[in-house]
T-cell receptor
Framework: IAGITQAPTSQILAAGRRMTLRCTQDMRHNAMYWYRQDLGLGLRLIHYSNTAGTTGKGEVPDGYSVSRANTDDFPLTLASAVPSQTSVYFC?????????????FGPGTRLTVL | GQNIDQPTEMTATEGAIVQINCTYQTSGFNGLFWYQQHAGEAPTFLSYNVLDGLEEKGRFSSFLSRSKGYSYLLLKELQMKDSASYLCAVKDSNYQLIWGAGTKLIIKP
């Protein structure tokens, strides 16, 4: 593994189903983030974690949950998917929270909820 | 509310120079980032400005004026591979990144 990986690459999901998007990084970064990207809108932060064992809510957290049991993994769960959650989801990490810390992004998961 | 504005789309010619502007209104300021995103791919870091002035990195330069809430990304000697979206993002007082919707840059031969 080099950098950040996400799985699955894409998924079509029936509304009401539960889904977990996986994210793993091997850079030993403390901070991790989940964003969604929709056409015409900027990246919007869903949840973040500044260090293992802690999580926080971003701009659009409703309908999503996260956990951070260890440094490397940061899964995002949709408890009961709805069509408005159709989006491209990016996981990102940075060395630490703070002013200058560039974020590194995974390749993204394209999710369609029908 | 917090707001980042950038043009939706720009067109330029191979070999030319293009300037992509970004204006922002955020609660606090802890730096401004520019990212490049090719279609269907992840964003990748281009530049970071926290002090006023110009930062040059090869063919790409980024400028910041904090008093005007304004930045631009300057791309010189445009190549076809520069066709991408360019995302402006500001770190607010909570150190969260607030993202613009991106500027799609189309390069013509």
């Amino acid at each position: 593994i080099a950098g950040i990986t996400q799985a699955p690459t894409s998924q079509i999901l029936a509304a009401g189903r539960r889904m977990t998007l996986r994210c793993t990084q091997d850079m030993r970064h403390n901070a991790m983030y989940w964003y969604r990207q929709d056409l015409g809108l900027g990246l919007r932060l869903i949840h973040y974690s500044n260090t293992a064992g802690t999580t926080g809510k971003g701009e659009v957290p409703d309908g999503y949950s996260v956990s951070r049991a260890n440094t490397d993994d940061f899964p995002l769960t949709l408890a009961s998917a709805v069509p408005s959650q159709t989006s491209v989801y990016f996981c990102a990490s940075s060395a630490r929270e703070g002013a200058y810390n560039e974020q590194f992004f995974g390749p993204g998961t394209r999710l369609t909820v029908l | 509310g917090q707001n980042i504005d950038q043009p939706t789309e720009m067109t330029a010619t191979e070999g030319a120079i293009v300037q992509i502007n970004c204006t922002y209104q955020t609660s606090g300021f802890n730096g401004l980032f520019w990212y490049q995103q090719h279609a269907g791919e992840a964003p990748t870091f281009l530049s970071y400005n926290v002090l006023d002035g110009l930062e040059e990195k090869g063919r790409f330069s980024s400028f910041l004026s904090r008093s005007k809430g304004y930045s631009y990304l300057l791309l010189k000697e445009l190549q076809m591979k520069d066709s991408a979206s360019y995302l402006c993002a500001v770190k607010d007082s909570n150190y969260q990144l607030i993202w613009g919707a991106g500027t799609k840059l189309i390069i013509k031969p």
